[in-house]
């Protein structure tokens, strides 16, 4: 699995639950380590998501190994966005997200 480096963003229910991601962006990365990846399960609503105590940096390679479909994706350039209602379906690009105008 080849992974690149970097840090990225995640919801608690991923890295602690072992869940799946079914929702994942790229912004502008904010430093140099940040790779700007953003990962969701999909279960997360929105309060869930406006408290920053849900969420952890974490390395790629940590989500790339509780959910190795993310990897394909990875190189893919920010803004981008992809998403899936299944676990077990292919992530497909998601044409919804609406990126910041800064962005």
Known sequence: MDVPLGGCLASKRIFQERRKVRFM??????NKRDSGWRFFSGTE???YSDDPTNFAI????TIAEIDPD???HLDSPAP???EREKDSEPFQESRGYL???DE
Request: hydrophobic share 45%; with cysteine.
């Open 25 to 30: 962006y790229r912004e502008l990365p904010d």
């Open 45 to 47: 609503d929105q309060a």
């Open 58 to 61: 974490l390395a790629l390679t």
């Open 80 to 82: 981008c966005a992809f």
């Open 99 to 101: 990126f910041k105008p």
């Open 70 to 72: 993310i990897v394909g």
